[in-house]
T-cell receptor, first 116, second 113 residues
Framework: GAVVSQHPSRVICKSGTSVKIECRSL??????MFWYRQFPKQSLMLMAT?????????EQGVEKDKFLINHASLTLSTLTVTSAHPEDSSFYIC????????????FGPGTRLTVL | GNSVTQMEGPVTLSEEAFLTINCTYT??????LFWYVQYPGEGLQLLLK?????DKGSNKGFEATYRKETTSFHLEKGSVQVSDSAVYFC????????????FGTGTRLTIIP
């Protein structure tokens, strides 16, 4: 089946620094990738939708300048949390939609970000 | 707006017990409904789906029926196994061409031998 990887799986950083999270589709091409955020005991909240070669579409309330998304190729999207603060600590999950299977999203295992 | 309300967990059952995880939704139009499962250390995987009223999705012994009259999509399995221990998410996508998924809060299921 289709596999999506995320790197790193866990990251701890100091307040004020920036952190980059990678999302890769390993065995398929993804025209669209999604970034979600999950708080403890809460559902996944969609942050943004990124399409290869174009600007990401952010959900209401998500700061574009804080959560930079780049989808430079059909197999890679990155989320950069800029000037991270403790309130940005969360579980970040990406998903990718295969070019040929428009109805299905494949999810990565998630990245646990802790900002000290 | 769209929302999904899911049975709160955690749920602990003995092996071979009957499982029901309740899910109800609020949506405009005619949504597609999904159940995703997340095993420890892995990403969410699509378990089953239904795209219109009265459809039944099924996979790996799990079933869920799209009930428009009660706006529900309850997940059931007749006899659970230890390997079914995971977190289960109910989700919806509203309308054709809309790619956004709205998730419930997830239900952690633990099956004990």
């Amino acid at each position: 089946g289709a596999v999506v990887s995320q790197h790193p799986s866990r990251v701890i950083c100091k307040s004020g620094t920036s952190v980059k999270i990678e999302c890769r589709s390993l065995d398929f091409q993804a025209t669209t990738m999604f970034w979600y955020r999950q708080f403890p005991k809460q559902s996944l909240m969609l942050m943004a939708t990124s399409n290869e070669g174009s600007k990401a579409t952010y959900e209401q309330g998500v700061e574009k300048d804080k959560f930079l998304i780049n989808h430079a190729s059909l197999t890679l999207s990155t989320l950069t949390v800029t000037s991270a603060h403790p309130e940005d600590s969360s579980f970040y999950i990406c998903s990718a939609r295969e070019v040929r299977a428009q109805d299905t999203q494949y999810f990565g295992p998630g990245t646990r970000l802790t900002v000290l | 707006g769209n929302s999904v309300t899911q049975m709160e967990g955690p749920v602990t059952l003995s092996e071979e017990a009957f499982l029901t995880i309740n899910c109800t939704y609020t949506a405009t139009g005619y949504p597609s409904l999904f159940w995703y499962v997340q095993y420890p250390g892995e990403g969410l995987q699509l378990l089953l789906k239904a795209t219109k009223a009265d459809d039944k999705g099924s996979n790996k012994g799990f079933e869920a029926t799209y009930r428009k009259e009660t706006t529900s999509f309850h997940l059931e399995k007749g006899s659970v196994q230890v390997s079914d221990s995971a977190v289960y998410f109910c989700a919806l996508r509203s309308g054709f061409g809309n790619e956004k998924l709205t998730f419930g809060t997830g239900t952690r299921l633990t099956i004990i031998p």
